[in-house]
DNA sequence: CATCAAACTCGACAAAAGTCAAGGAATGCG
DNA sequence: CGCATTCCTTGACTTTTGTCGAGTTTGATG
């Protein structure tokens, strides 16, 4: 597989160009540029103005906002398949965040003016951007509610419960507990204090690489409460 | 002036119709739907599956969180010539917020239908509802930033910076402190001790209805930091 | 103009979250 | 395999924010 194959595959896995024709997806990957990061590079910092499009072949990364004290709010993890810096591309402003790579990373880059030319070409492209977007204000919302309205256990309980499956949920290594506590809006010690309080009253086993859920109803109950 | 001229007036005092021809305009505002509303009331609840697009004639709204103990998130607030709901129109899912009238207000609804045809007609509308969507992201992104890394205080000093003109911020009657402190992610006790420690510190002066900057840069400092 | 409800003020106290320090366990690297 | 680094655990203490109760001021309404 060459470099331009390797690209038309990363395209077609994401929904921006499921409905564009195969030669000129075929067209755009000879347009797009590899990029490789390894754990911890940062791809684009908060204040700059970044502006193609970015496609996730291989790797996890995430978005995040950062204090002058160190503390960070990841605004969310981005993995294979998935496109981010729409905004970069559709606004004239900075990036609202910092992307930086949790494990070794593959992304294609496509240039600005290929993605507007292209909304130009495929009106139902911009239908996709729109609802992509749309999805984006609605988990931010959800944050928002999260870090105002809920206790740290509470925004806990509602993230292992959705992020699991069948009851359990996988911790690659990248995804530290200091890294879900920046995603749940606190720090490792708090979450820490969390999850064994849970555990405690039996609503979870924690393992080092896995949380199980033991009484989903329960979880659901804390999940649910602003307590 | 009859309904339709006033509905005309709303629509073109929107950026969505900008581009549209005015006999275009005419007949979308055939097809709109004039709504007023008493001040506390509710447009529509969160969880609810509203899909016309709202526009602002008069009067200002909240677009709120709320939570089961009482407490509210304002999310933002809406006032003349603005556009709501586009969540509602182009995705399928219920309603992330709830919307309630500030004061008497006047609405003018534009049935999905009628928006998503013209979506298909004029793709320059497509252009400029990603650009709102966008500003929304990163208006999000801002609150959670505010929410998770700075006190209080510092919210307060930027929120004051970026709401004032010519170092001066006029409250109407709607923006209580009650309401300021829900849109900041605090309750009315806690926003009122910050707006006495910036006075006491001469950086601002509080009167009923306006509060002035006396020391900009001051308050800058205060609103860059994240103590 | 008087009354009443809403908004604001303020201090005491409570709760939630953050900081710090120390020790133990797991993982990666040479 | 041993060592160093990273991650996790835990309890004590501190800070920030929220709750409560009481009193004062303002603005709307009849």
Redesign the interface.
């Known amino acids: 597989m060459d470099a331009s194959d390797e690209a038309i595959q990363a395209l077609t896995a994401v929904p921006y160009f499921a409905d564009v024709d195969a030669a000129l997806v075929a067209m755009i990957a000879g347009q797009t540029i590899r990029q490789q990061y390894d754990t911890g590079q940062v791809v684009f910092l908060e204040g700059e103005q970044e502006v193609a499009l970015y496609i996730v072949q291989q790797g996890w990364l995430k978005a995040v ?5 160190g ?1 960070e ?1 990841v ?1 969310h993890f981005i993995g294979p398949g998935e496109v981010f810096n ?2 970069g591309v ?2 004239e ?1 900075t990036n ?2 910092t992307v930086i790579a949790l494990e070794p990373t593959i992304l294609w880059l496509i240039p600005q003016k290929v993605i507007l030319k292209l ?2 070409d495929y ?1 139902e492209l ?2 996709v ?3 992509r ?6 988990q ?6 999260d ?4 206790t740290i256990e509470s925004r806990l309980a509602r993230y292992l419960i959705d992020q699991s499956t069948a009851e359990q949920l996988q911790r690659p290594r990248w995804a530290t507990q200091a890294e879900l506590a920046n995603r749940l ?1 606190t720090v490792p010690d708090v979450l820490n204090r969390a999850l064994r309080s849970l555990a405690k009253e039996q609503l979870i086993r924690v393992e080092r690489h896995q949380i199980q859920i033991l009484d989903y109803n329960g979880l659901e109950a804390k999940a649910g ?2 307590k």
Chains 1, 2 share one sequence.
Do not use: C, H, N, T
């Open positions: 906002k950062m204090s002058p004290d503390r709010q605004l729409a905004i559709f606004v402003s609202p965040a909304l130009d009106p911009a239908r951007v729109i609802q977007l749309a999805g984006r204000v609605q931010l919302i959800a944050m928002v509610e870090l105002s309205l809920r809006g409460s602003d």
